[in-house]
Structures are given as structure tokens and as C-alpha cells.
């Protein structure tokens, strides 16, 4: 899990509540209108901006890449490659046929080059499931970033509304009140909405996605050079560029 993710909207909606509650009271700031304009309005713009089946599919994919920790970690596909390319240097490729590989990408890609096919149908078959995945998660980006963008429109819109409502109403001072809290809670719910939670997740999975492009691109270029035979001491130099900060592994102590 993505400890990071579930503190930060925790402890921010927590410090939110406190701050009500220590200059004054916390029902004050629950509206259902405004609730149902900025909650419900951003529900139904976002089914009118995404078809349905992508908005499950970014809220499923956009959970998992937010709320948990990629299991692709550079350096160990590093390692693994490096690995690989000595036992092809000493047995050739089938000495990789009993090989356990648990990334599944980079496993796909040795199991092809095991079955002897060529270095342009292997490099195209992953890279298109490379590109279908990053597809797939990118849209997860763009959901929570519309709505990040949809949050506040929407608690602008309530806001116009209780103005109105007031305004009509300015001969009815016991009708003011309500209508000045829609005005401004609107307001409130749309800001925390989208600063707090959508614009932050939309954020965090740019950064992941960028993260998961780089080691899907190290996969593609360790499947490469190994199909290729290259020597150990040659892909080392060739990978490094591929590691945080763009280092070899035996310069990351230095």
C-alpha cells in the first residue's frame, strides 16, 4: 500500500474538521443542496464527459496505481537482466528456458526469445501491450484531473444558486441564512474536492505512470539485448541510464 496517499487525505480532511470544530460547529458545514449540486453535479458531468465503462475501468485502474506501491522496482529488473545475460553468454538462450522470472512483462519477453523469435516481433508484440497498459492507466489520470477541473466549476455553480436564492428572497430574512449557506458551502466541497483529493491523485498517477514508463522501457531494452546475447559488462553501461538518477548499479554508493 501507498501509506503516503491514504495519510495525506486523512490527515488533511482531519485538520479540515478540526479547524471547524475549534471555531465552531461541525453541522454548519453539512448542506445537502450543496452536497447535491457540487457532488452530484461533478457525477453527472463526468459521465457526460467519460463513457460509463471508462469510468470504472480509471477508477479501478486509477485506485490501484494511487493507493499501492508498484511490485517494478528498476533495479531489481536491473539485476534479473544482468543475471540473464550471463547464463546466455555461457548457455545461450534455451539455458533460459527453466528460468523463474516474476515480472510478467519481462518474462513474456524471455519466454519469445527462448521460442526463437525474431528481435522485431518481440519488440513489437511488448511494446504494443506496453502501450496498451499505459493507455489504460493515463486514463485513470485524466478522470481525476477532470474532475479536479469539474470540482470547483460545480461549487462556483452552487454559489451562483444561493446568491440567487437570497437575493430573491431579501424581503424574507429567515430565508436568507440557507441560501447564504449554499452560496458559500458549495464553494468549500468543491475546493476540498478537487485540492485535496482529485487534483493530488491525478498528480500522484502522472508521477507513477512516468515511473512505470521508465521500467517498462528498461524491460523492453533488457528482453532486447538479451535476445541479442550481449555481454554482462556491456549491458550494465547500457541499463544504468535506466536507474534513479542515472547511474550503474556499482556507482549508486559512490
Known amino acids: 500500500m501507498d501509506l503516503a496517499t491514504l495519510l495525506g487525505i486523512a490527515i488533511g480532511l482531519v485538520l479540515i474538521v478540526v479547524s471547524i470544530m475549534l471555531g465552531g460547529d461541525l453541522g454548519s ?3 445537502v443542496p450543496s452536497l447535491v449540486v457540487v457532488f452530484g453535479g461533478v ?11 471508462d469510468c470504472i475501468a480509471a477508477l479501478k485502474i486509477g485506485g490501484k496505481i494511487a493507493f499501492k506501491n508498484s511490485a517494478d522496482d528498476p533495479r531489481s529488473v536491473y539485476d534479473i537482466a544482468i543475471e540473464l545475460a550471463g547464463i546466455v553468454r555461457q548457455k545461450g538462450l534455451l539455458g533460459l528456458e527453466s528460468v523463474t522470472i516474476e515480472n510478467e512483462l519481462m518474462a513474456r519477453g524471455i519466454r519469445m526469445c527462448v521460442d526463437g523469435m525474431a528481435a522485431e516481433v518481440i519488440k513489437e508484440s511488448i511494446t504494443k501491450e506496453v502501450d496498451m497498459a499505459i493507455k489504460a492507466e493515463m486514463a485513470g489520470e485524466s478522470f481525476w484531473r477532470g474532475i479536479g477541473d469539474m470540482a470547483p466549476a460545480f461549487g462556483m455553480i452552487g454559489t451562483l444558486i444561493g446568491l440567487v436564492q437570497m437575493l430573491a428572497n431579501l424581503s424574507d430574512p429567515a430565508a436568507i441564512g ?56 556491456v549491458l550494465q553501461e547500457l541499463l544504468g541510464v535506466y536507474l534513479p538518477g542515472g547511474k550503474p548499479a556499482e556507482e549508486d554508493g559512490e
Open 29 to 31: 458545514f453539512i448542506n
Open 43 to 53: 457525477t453527472a458531468a463526468t459521465l457526460v464527459k467519460f463513457p460509463l465503462k
Open 178 to 233: 440557507p441560501a447564504m449557506a449554499v452560496a458559500m458551502l458549495t464553494t468549500f466541497y468543491g475546493a476540498v474536492l478537487a485540492n485535496l483529493i482529485a487534483i493530488p491523485l491525478a498528480d500522484k498517477l502522472e508521477i507513477k505512470i512516468d515511473n512505470t514508463k521508465n521500467t517498462r522501457a528498461l524491460i523492453i531494452e533488457s528482453v532486447m539485448q538479451i535476445h541479442a546475447s550481449q555481454n554482462p559488462m
